[in-house]
């Protein structure tokens, strides 16, 4: 059963989220500056075999770091959307019917909403929420 948001709730939720977003895409920034770096460890031959090795260790420990930042938004309810921009949506009720309660990275409090079905190109200010 899906528990949904409030506005309230979700904007509360927000200053928890600000923090955990932007470390999960300074993360992701690091995954893939550590991919380049890999590869040209692979292509550098066995001479640089244990600095691979290394490097190969340290990717992973990133990893696992954004596993546990996605299984935490998970676990709040909220559908990470883009990593990138730090886009989430938050489940939320409309005189009885389900939307998202949208928000991103860099915005102040909640501002826009979207029907399920509209994504980020249907969002709405919440002024013209229904």
Not at 18 to 27: E, F, G, N, Q, T
Request: aromatic share 6%.
């Amino acid at each position: 059963m899906t528990s949904y948001y409030d506005l309230a709730a979700a904007n509360d939720r927000v200053g928890e989220l600000r923090p955990l977003l932007a470390s999960l895409k300074d993360d992701r920034d690091e995954i893939a500056r550590a991919q380049l770096h890999l590869e040209d460890l692979r292509t550098a031959g066995s001479e640089r075999e244990a600095e691979l090795k290394s490097a190969q260790a340290e990717m992973i420990v990133v990893v696992r770091r954004m596993e546990a930042v996605v299984r935490q938004i998970d676990v709040w309810g909220i559908t990470l959307r883009d990593i990138g921009s730090g886009l989430v949506d938050f489940p939320a009720l409309a005189n009885g019917r389900p939307i998202w309660l949208c928000w991103k990275l860099g915005e102040d409090d909640i501002g826009w909403w979207h029907e399920h079905d509209a994504g980020i190109a249907g969002r709405k200010p919440l002024i013209e929420l229904e």
